[in-house]
């Protein structure tokens, strides 16, 4: 119907950066938040999931805030290490419900490594 909310697709979304570069380093810091989102059409008060409320009652799902960092550093013009920590506060949310029930969104992770360029 017209002014309804249409599922999963989420009304408030945004994305900061904010990076430093200095001779052979650069590191990188993103923050993105995920607003409300419905799961059900409508423009009735939305229920998200809580201990006391049933799966079928949910019409939404929380909003949240994800941080991710990374950082490069340039050995030499042909080798670089990296290192980067995704959901940096470990924050727990559910970022969809369907097909078969809520799922979580990445837990806190690490990469270190090695880029070769050739």
Do not use: Q
């Amino acid at each position: 119907y017209k002014g309804n909310l249409i599922p999963f697709i989420t009304p408030y979304l945004l994305t900061v950066s904010l990076g430093i570069e200095h001779n052979k380093l650069n590191t990188i810091l993103i923050a993105r938040y995920v607003g409300e989102t419905r799961t059900k059409p409508g423009n009735e008060p939305t229920i998200v999931p809580a201990n006391n409320i049933g799966y079928n009652s949910v019409n939404a799902l929380k909003s949240f805030l994800m941080i991710d960092w990374s950082t490069n550093y340039l050995f030499t013009k042909r080798c670089t290490l990296f290192f980067n920590i995704n959901n940096v506060t470990n924050n727990k949310a559910i970022v969809a419900n369907l097909p078969n029930g809520y799922r979580p969104n990445m837990p806190i992770g690490f990469n270190i490594g090695l880029k070769a360029h050739l």
